[in-house]
């Protein structure tokens, strides 16, 4: 177990609470829209590391998908097991306490494996998408989502928080405090297409995911037509540049080539 998994334990009610807010939800949604729209309609297998209290494995087990959930922390995996059981998918799902750095996986391939705010609690990726990239079958699909180092400062100075805005930018340092109160650092877009790269998969076009509403409050609950309208300007910006760049987190696909 990690030093940063066992924190992560830690802060489960304060990120189920984050989840539910406007700004999680504004996460989850356009995540899940860009890999569902991957995986198409058949039932693929998909393997979700770091799956914490399994908000996306509910919503790809909705979408009638094999799941399997990876998380290294008992109580969130307890707490993935009740929601699951409570939205009727459970038939169609696996938990399984695992480490990234130990997966118990081997002789097994996924269709799709997908690790969401995990990798930016980590001292470096290399080594996590290495093991995420070899469960990965061919034709089938890799999703990242970590903190984007081309966006270092931006909710700070839309904040007001103007020393550390300055401070990180103009130092290029990627790591600062986290919304759950943990130290995470960043990634660019290139160096995650590179590393899919490294590992034997082409990557696809990356997003840039929370790039308007990041320094809103934790408790911003908007009204449904508001969210709805929030979530449709993310969603036209989190393709295109120059907007992209500016997401507090990147979402970085890539696909395995399939044999013939």
């Not at 990242?144 to 966006?151: D, H, Q, R, S, V």
């Not at 928080?161 to 660019?188: C, F, K, N, P, W």
Request: net charge negative; glycine share 10%; hydrophobic share 45%.
């Amino acid at each position: 177990m990690t030093a940063a998994s066992s924190d992560f334990a830690a802060v489960g009610t304060d990120y189920a609470a984050y989840s539910e807010g406007g700004r999680g939800l504004l996460r989850h949604e356009i995540v899940a829209r860009r890999v569902l729209a991957q995986l198409g309609d058949e039932p693929v297998r998909v393997l979700d590391v770091g799956c914490g209290d399994g908000e996306m494995v509910l919503r790809l087990a909705a979408a009638g998908h094999h799941v399997t959930g990876a998380e290294v922390s008992a109580e969130m995996l307890g707490r993935a097991e009740q929601k699951l059981a409570a939205a009727g998918v459970a038939d169609r799902v696996r938990l399984v306490e695992a480490d990234i750095y130990d997966l118990p996986f081997d002789g097994e391939v996924f269709d799709a494996v997908v690790c969401h705010g995990v990798v930016m609690y980590l001292p470096d990726p290399a080594e996590p998408v290495r093991n995420l990239a070899r469960l990965v079958a061919p034709g089938g699909l890799l999703s990242i989502l970590t903190k984007n180092a081309l966006a270092v400062g931006v909710r700070e100075a839309l904040r007001g928080e103007y020393d550390s805005a300055l401070a990180q930018i103009e130092s290029g340092q990627t790591a600062s405090m986290g919304h759950l109160g943990i130290v995470t650092r960043g990634d660019t877009p290139e160096y995650l297409d590179q590393l899919a790269r490294d590992n034997g998969l082409s990557p696809l076009p990356w997003q840039g995911v929370r790039i308007f509403h990041d320094h809103y409050p934790k408790d911003w609950h908007p009204e449904p037509e508001v969210f709805a309208k929030a979530l449709a300007v993310e969603w036209a910006a989190s393709s295109r540049s120059p907007y992209r760049e500016l997401g507090r987190l990147v979402h970085a696909l890539a696909r395995r080539e399939a044999t013939s």
